[in-house]
């Protein structure tokens, strides 16, 4: 499995971002997609995650209501529509993939590199 991810880059506050998460391996291995960031002094958190069929997503408190998790499965593609941005949100964001029991089990197997993200006021 691989996960490359883009679309980051350095907006204002208020300003839009949509990240993209291109994947390539076995269709069961992509079973549950995420989106984490992580910030200098801070530990790795989960953003965003979303099932195979795209009908369950959830979101860590403070990105409900701006961020959407979306998923393109013919595409292999995985998304983050990220509006009205806060410097808070500034970060490198990380995509990552679990098969169904991983995914369930809260262990995400397959990791991106990071795309930064950088909002300033």
């Known amino acids: 499995v691989q996960l490359q991810a883009s679309g980051g880059g350095s907006v204002r506050t208020g300003d839009s971002l949509r990240l993209s998460c291109a994947a390539s391996?076995?269709?069961?291995?992509?079973?549950?997609m995420a989106w984490f960031r992580q910030s200098p002094g801070n530990e790795r958190e989960r953003v965003a995650w979303i099932n195979w069929s795209g009908g369950a997503a959830y979101y860590t408190n403070s990105v409900k209501g701006r961020f959407i998790i979306s998923r393109d499965n013919a595409a292999s593609t995985l998304y983050l529509q990220m509006n009205g941005l806060k410097p808070e949100d500034t970060a490198i964001y990380y995509c990552?993939?679990?098969?169904?029991?991983?995914?369930?089990?809260?262990?995400?197997?397959?990791w991106g590199q990071g795309t930064q993200v950088t909002v300033s006021s």
């Open positions: 391996g076995p269709a069961d291995s992509l079973y549950g």
């Open positions: 990552a993939a679990a098969p169904l029991d991983a995914y369930y089990g809260g262990t995400w197997q397959y």
